[in-house]
T-cell receptor, first 116, second 112 residues
Framework: AQKVTQAQTEISVVEKEDVTLDCVYE???????LFWYKQPPSGELVFLIR??????QNEISGRYSWNFQKSTSSFNFTITASQVVDSAVYFC?????????????FGRGTSLIVHP | KAGVTQTPRYLIKTRGQQVTLSCSPI?????VSWYQQTPGQGLQFLFE???????NKGNFPGRFSGRQFSNSRSEMNVSTLELGDSALYLC???????????FGQGTRLTVV
């Protein structure tokens, strides 16, 4: 069975601080996909990134970066120089192609609060 | 390109009533999934539809049902509402063969 653990329930930082959101996953599949989504107060989940299990390259997109390590089953997300607009709940998710579709299992989310 | 549209945004219903929520996917997306989000249980998968057929189902009672139309729009229905059904219901659509899903803003259902 798949499982995603986001141990940090809430993180509070001051603007311009760097912050890392942790994600640890469990799966018995060799092919799987990892995701990060952002949920602002408006409610919708905004897709941020997808990583497949064969690609351990780290990725950087502006102030966002992701560190995927299969050896520790982790897919951590770092925001550099945080801004107030980054305040949201962030979800890590895991899926495989069982049943012909990719139904993700979500972690419980980490609420990030960035203070001005 | 328009995103995923869910209607209504907010609903208040009484215990025992039934409710229908609607989801219009992104144009060209034929897969539609529904999720329930509550503070206690987090995000839980309800079901997925593809080409008018239910392809996957989560662990929810039969009071929760859904359907998909030929234009890929989807509805979910909850009958005999219980207080515990109060939640944010999110719909997501995706392209066939693609892993990332795109979500709507959700319908916040309150059962009183």
């Amino acid at each position: 069975a798949q499982k995603v653990t986001q141990a940090q329930t809430e993180i509070s930082v001051v603007e311009k601080e760097d912050v890392t959101l942790d994600c640890v996953y469990e799966t018995r599949d060799t092919t799987y996909y990892l995701f990060w989504y952002k949920q602002p107060p408006s409610g919708e989940l905004v897709f941020l990134i997808r990583r497949n299990s064969f690609d351990e390259q780290n990725e950087i997109s502006g102030r966002y970066s992701w560190n995927f390590q299969k050896s520790t089953s982790s897919f951590n997300f770092t925001i550099t120089a945080s801004q107030v607009v980054d305040s949201a709940v962030y979800f890590c998710a895991l899926s495989d192609a069982s049943g012909g579709s990719y139904i993700p299992t979500f972690g419980r989310g980490t609420s990030l609060i960035v203070h001005p | 390109k328009a995103g995923v549209t869910q209607t209504p945004r907010y609903l208040i219903k009484t215990r025992g009533q039934q409710v229908t929520l609607s989801c219009s996917p992104i144009s060209g997306h034929r897969s539609v999934s529904w999720y329930q989000q509550t503070p206690g249980q987090g995000l839980q998968f309800l079901f997925e539809y593809f080409s008018e057929t239910q392809r996957n189902k989560g662990n929810f009672p039969g009071r929760f049902s859904g359907r998909q139309f030929s234009n890929s729009r989807s509805e979910m229905n909850v009958s005999t509402l219980e207080l515990g059904d109060s939640a944010l219901y999110l719909c997501a659509s995706s392209l066939e063969g693609r892993t990332e899903a795109f979500f709507g803003q959700g319908t916040r259902l309150t059962v009183v």
